[in-house]
T-cell receptor, first 116, second 110 residues
């Protein structure tokens, strides 16, 4: 149980375009999902908390207008990188929890974004 | 976000040896999680800890929630080649957002 699926696994886009990444909880409902970003050989940095039916909560320093998050249902959250630039190239990983606060996070397999 | 420091940054060990790594925070946490990440994949949960002093095992892995609530430890006994990967701790003081440690890269030499 507790399977989180991300799509696409890899995407290459040109500078200035937008890219949408989907995160789905396959066998459970998730009112809250979390988006992380990871640069090569570095840790996971929390970008934002995605809340079903309400606005996402962004971590300090993360531009909400650049990283648009939509959590329209209990099983789907999307992250859209708008007007992508090469410095946005990174590994984006979503996670969700089964149950209440303090429950462990279960992660998707990540999306490798390359902006050319 | 919060900064969690892991030590050591990397380890090179012989197959069969035991491994110890730790994670420290400047803040008190009420939940600690340990994950393993293989290249190009998402982290996989190993152990979850919820109480200061708690000691929990998962096969050859044992993790402890430090008494000060500012640290946690992970031990791997009798390492095998498939233990290779990056190990991350993650902590939360709200139970909602989790912040990740800097990671420990483990290499097991057959």
């Amino acid at each position: 149980g507790a399977v989180v699926s991300q799509h696409p696994s890899r995407v290459i886009c040109k500078s200035g375009t937008s890219v949408k990444i989907e995160c789905r909880s396959l066998d459970f409902q998730a009112t809250t999902m979390f988006w992380y970003r990871q640069f090569p050989k570095q840790s996971l940095m929390l970008m934002a908390t995605s809340n079903e039916g309400s606005k996402a909560t962004y971590e300090q320093g993360v531009e909400k207008d650049k990283f648009l998050i939509n959590h329209a249902s209990l099983t789907l959250s999307t992250l859209t990188v708008t007007s992508a630039h090469p410095e946005d190239s990174s590994f984006y990983i979503c996670s969700a929890r089964v149950g209440q606060n303090n429950s462990p996070l279960h992660f998707g397999n990540g999306t490798r974004l390359t902006v050319t | 976000g919060q900064q969690l420091n892991q030590s050591p940054q990397s380890m090179f060990i012989q197959e069969g040896e035991d491994v110890s790594m730790n994670c420290t925070s400047s803040s008190i946490f009420n939940t600690w999680l340990w994950y393993k990440q293989d290249p190009g994949e998402g982290p996989v949960l190993l152990i979850a800890l919820y109480k200061a002093g708690e000691l929990t095992s998962n096969g050859r892995l044992t993790a402890q929630f430090g008494i000060t609530r500012k640290d946690s430890f992970l031990n791997i006994s009798a390492s095998i080649p498939s233990d290779v990967g990056i190990y991350f701790c993650a902590g939360s003081n709200t139970g909602n957002q989790f912040y990740f440690g800097t990671g420990t890269s483990l290499t097991v030499i057959p």
